[in-house]
């Protein structure tokens, strides 16, 4: 269903919902709202048209449209759209029209005043955002709307096609967010507003943003991302529709959430291995890149495991997958002074490799900041990892903390040559570390990096000069977030 779709039942369900209402408390009864925004025909494919002012106008055909804003003159075609939303059929051109506006004119036709409505003379209830049910997707196109789920076991947008599908609005849901189980979907995903819930089982662990089980391309930019376990992308193979494979970007997230709910509206300690972005079984892909991407995480807030992971990926040596540009505040354990395995950006985990790292901003992720566990052909390099060690309120973090950067082998298997380390594939170089890890009778204890001559090659690495103050990591933040003004993130601050 299509947002245009979505707002005249939302316009109508309202009304109807009002006045039971307001018969129901023996209030003043409802004015009816006034008609709802009707779409009008500007043009056929492929013919010109023309609107006064800045108008919305889509172009497509049923229920799968493109929309744009569009000043003065256009053309119902797939140039001017920039897209086909109904491949192999004759669209449309629509523009959307208010009661009481100026209707925009097609070409040739003068502008004409649209139908008057009269003022509402009584009170009307808002009665908050319509919220949609659970949607299943089986043909592509672009969808629009507010999607709910209020049952862990069902996500708010299930998607069963490998057609392409664009996803935009806002979703809430006690499950997973979207799901694509094993469509080997081409997915995008754009100015998405998403939350997780509590699923309020007990033990029941809530949903992911997006959990996508056979892949062939995925683009998700421009969108928020809070409570919810994070991103899991698992096998991929190429697409014959899309020109790249994995592309994350101008995302935000807030409080990854992997523990089990208590059932009563809070969290057990227990918790399931959820992170930010997990890419999983990906062999051999290329292009893929997550860059710009921020997550704040609260201490006793959210648990996750790592905050961003590649687990058994290779990308190609003409191609590494890469993270760039990210800002990675806060990783937690629960209790956040128990044992903790989680840290920041994990690279080569598995057997892994082909893999870069490149300037990354990392804070207080309690164990490690950017770490390579396994694999060859992997570049650390131009990061910085900066931590206190310890809570505002002196809590002292992670009973096992490891380094700001470290490098190991935690993978090799015996008789396949194929999983040793070649340190000479392996680089460190121009990072910058901070890694306090104070402990009850060593408050000023640092542990920078952990990176051997024979795990990896270490060039130019430096460490902060004295003592990581609080000062610092909240300069290290507002630098990044001015970087990522300047390279074209609209919203860079916290959610």
């Not at 929309?67 to 920039?82: D, E, M, Y």
């Not at 004409?112 to 908050?128: L, R, S």
């Not at 057609?163 to 694509?180: C, F, N, P, T, W």
Request: proline share 7%; with cysteine.
């Amino acid at each position: 269903m299509t947002l245009d779709t979505d707002l005249a039942r939302a316009s109508q369900d309202a009304s109807a919902l009002a006045e039971r209402l307001l018969d129901l408390s023996k209030a003043v009864p409802v004015i009816p709202p006034p008609p709802a925004p009707i779409w009008q025909i500007l043009a056929d494919e492929p013919g010109p048209f023309e609107v006064t002012g800045t108008q919305t106008v889509r172009y497509g055909k049923g229920d799968r449209w493109v929309k744009k804003l569009v000043s003065g003159k256009g053309a119902a075609s797939n140039g001017f759209f920039g897209s086909d939303p109904v491949p192999g059929v004759t669209k449309q051109a629509q523009v959307l029209i208010v009661p009481g506006t100026i209707l925009p004119k097609a070409k040739g036709t003068a502008a004409v005043p649209a139908p008057a409505v009269p003022a509402a003379e009584k009170p009307v209830i808002n009665i908050g955002p319509m919220w949609k049910p659970p949607k299943v997707i089986t043909s592509g196109g672009v969808y629009e709307g507010m999607w709910k789920s209020d049952d862990p076991a069902v996500a708010a947008v299930t998607i069963r096609t490998s057609e392409l599908v664009e996803l935009r609005g806002e979703a809430d849901s006690k499950g997973h967010v979207v799901s694509a189980p094993w469509a080997w979907v081409n997915l995008v995903i754009r100015q998405m507003q998403a939350r997780g819930v509590n699923p309020n089982v007990l033990r029941r662990v809530g949903g992911r943003f997006l959990a996508a089980e056979g892949v062939e391309s995925l683009l998700i930019e421009d969108s928020d991302i809070t409570g919810s376990s994070g991103v899991y992308v698992n096998t991929w193979r190429p697409s014959k529709v899309r020109p790249y494979s994995i592309i994350m970007q101008r995302l935000r997230g807030k409080n990854m959430e992997g523990r089990l709910s208590d059932g009563r509206g809070g969290y057990l300690q227990e918790f399931y291995r959820g992170q930010y972005v997990q890419l999983n079984n990906l062999a051999n892909i290329p292009g893929v890149l997550l860059d710009l991407l921020r997550l704040d995480n609260t201490a006793r807030e959210s648990f996750i495991e790592d905050a961003v992971n590649f687990h058994n990926c290779t990308g190609t040596l003409e191609s590494f997958m890469r993270i760039t540009r990210s800002l990675i505040n806060g990783a937690f354990g629960s209790p956040v002074d128990g044992d903790y395995t989680g840290g920041g950006i994990m690279l080569g985990d598995g057997e892994g490799g082909k893999q870069e790292a490149l300037k990354n901003t990392v804070i207080e992720t309690s164990n490690y900041g950017l770490a390579v566990s396994n694999g060859n052909h992997i570049r650390v390099v131009e990061n910085i990892a900066l931590g206190l060690g310890k809570l505002p309120d002196g809590t002292i973090l992670d009973s096992t903390p490891d380094c700001g950067f470290y490098a190991r082998d935690y993978d090799q298997t015996v008789g396949k040559p194929d999983t040793y380390r070649d340190p000479s594939t392996v680089l460190f170089q121009d990072n910058l570390a901070g890694w306090m890890r104070p402990t009850a009778n060593n408050p000023t204890r640092r542990n920078d990096y952990g990176v051997a001559p024979d795990q990896a090659r270490s060039v130019n690495n430096r460490s902060v000069i004295g003592d990581v103050t609080p000062a610092m990591l909240t300069s290290a933040i507002a630098d990044w977030e001015a970087m990522a003004s300047r390279a074209g993130m609209k919203h860079a601050g916290r959610i």
